[in-house]
């Protein structure tokens, strides 16, 4: 019986998606670390997807404080530095050009 449940634990159902097979095409090595192993890969940064990632954080900081105090941020430079912390960033250059 220990067997068989060993077996069941090892034949489970094979879930595919758009972003698995992505990461399947652009890196192998990288679907197995996040889809296998289910352990992160070594993360390399990406500029664009700071900058998506900041965008939405900073919307969503701007729409909270609009419903909360009616007004948006003053300093929104400040916000974007907060989301886009300079130690991810290759250079300082790099970062400022992206928060100014």
Same mark, same amino acid.
């Given at each position: 019986?220990? *067997?068989?449940?060993?077996?069941? /634990?090892?034949?489970?159902?094979?879930?595919?998606?758009?972003?698995?097979?992505?990461?399947? +095409?652009?890196?192998?090595? /990288?679907?197995?670390?996040?889809? $296998?192993?289910?352990?992160?890969?070594? $993360?390399? !940064?990406?500029?664009?997807?700071? +900058?998506?990632?900041? $965008?939405?954080?900073?919307?969503?900081?701007? !729409? &909270?404080?609009?419903?909360?105090?009616?007004?948006?941020?003053? &300093?929104? /430079?400040?916000? *974007?530095?907060?989301?886009?912390?300079?130690? +991810?960033?290759?250079? +300082?250059?790099?970062?400022?050009? &992206?928060?100014?």
């Amino acid at each position: 019986m220990a *067997a068989s449940l060993d077996r069941s /634990a090892m034949l489970r159902p094979l879930r595919l998606s758009p972003t698995s097979l992505h990461r399947w +095409r652009e890196c192998p090595h /990288a679907y197995w670390h996040a889809y $296998i192993r289910k352990s992160p890969a070594e $993360i390399l !940064f990406n500029r664009p997807m700071e +900058r998506g990632g900041a $965008i939405h954080n900073l919307l969503k900081a701007c !729409f &909270d404080n609009l419903q909360a105090a009616g007004e948006f941020p003053g &300093d929104l /430079a400040a916000l *974007a530095a907060e989301y886009l912390p300079p130690d +991810r960033y290759p250079d +300082r250059e790099t970062w400022r050009e &992206d928060v100014a």
